[in-house]
């Protein structure tokens, strides 16, 4: 197949997918699929909720049609799969709504179809999972009637400068005539370049050992702030300090949430305890990420307790619920970790973030949020996301909604050190 004869599917339209929808849709004919017809029916209204695509953008994808009708893809050739690869509760792979999407597939897929993988995974999951089960429901052989590839997806939710055209694209595919298809198919919209990978398997080897390092090194900085906080060092003048040298790697402290760096290490981790290996310094990092929402709220209650402000009963503002600044995006957001520790001490939190849904949190975790913050109203004030609105507000505004004694605390470092009462 030739790539200018590519009719293209994109099956789940949320972060990864509707972005690429929209970029091939510049030179393809492209069908983006997704189950939920409210999110169908808001593309197109010419709105998108997560805010990775602007209403001129989706005005301009003259190419592009929604639906979540199955009969929709059948006049497809090539399929891209950007369905969501979470954890669950015992935090093992969810590979439920993948296989969902491959038996879905399995229904329209046809002679020399290629179906593209961009869902992260732990290697061998692709050809070991999924491609399995587009046999059984098409009654197709892999490698003989119909083909795969993987090309991880690298979207940064609320980036508005690396965007899908601007990040290299790693690619392969399950044959070499297939790898170079789909490598030549990226590459075409890619303008930041491709690269391709020996096998699917390497591929997805390297997406997701990029944001397992990225957790291993966040984890080591978080256990030098718990150090640092014992001697009475300010963590991140420290980190200034050590970042003149040129190769040392600027990492801060903080939550580890969303839906990469909190959750991939848990697929290479289980991937790794099934060929009878057990990743120490993977899952230590692990421990020690999940673990830091109890630990800001024991250096919270401390505080208090030093400023001789009442603990239990007392109000707390959480300013900020997302996974990460200046983004809607809620998945696996760690902020919640700190709203059940603070209702383990009988503490009152009240969440404000502008950024969010409110059905949303309420559907998603149970969180109802303020619209609005009152003056002199809290007894603490915890600035949990680092949101550009936040800093806007200056520290003064942001003080001005606690009482005439409470507690400042910034977790992301968006006011100087002498603004506030505790930085982690």
Known sequence: MNIENAKIAIIGLGYVGLPL??????????????IDQNRVAELRAGTDSTLEVSKEELAEAKHLQFSNSVEDLKGCNVYIVTVPTPIDRHKQPDLSPLVRASEMLGSVVKTDDIIIYESTVYPGATE????????????????VDFYAGYSPERINPGDKEHRVSTILKVTSGSTREVAEFVNQLYAS???AGTFKASSIMVAEAAKVIENTQRDVNIALINELSIIFNRLGIDTLEVLEAAGTKWNFLPFRPGLVGGHCIGVDPYYLTHKAQSVGYHPE?????????????????????KTMI?????????KVLIMGLTFKENCPDLRNTRVIDIIDELNEYNIVPDIYDPWCS???????????LISECMENSYDSILIAVGHSCFKDMGSQKVRALGKQKHVLYDLKYIFSKEDVDVRL
């Open 128 to 143: 070991e999972v999924c491609i399995p089960v587009v046999e059984r429901a098409s009654g197709l052989r892999f490698n």
């Open 358 to 368: 409110n059905e949303e949190a309420e559907k998603e975790y149970g969180v109802k």
């Open 306 to 314: 030093k400023e001789r402000i009442q603990v239990e009963g007392a």
């Open 189 to 191: 919209i890619i303008t």
């Open 281 to 301: 310094m993977i899952l230590a990092g692990r421990r020690l990420n999940d673990g830091m929402g109890k630990y800001v709220v024991s250096q919270l209650v």
């Open 21 to 34: 929808a929209v970029e091939f849709s510049k030179k393809f004919s492209v069908f983006g699929f997704d």
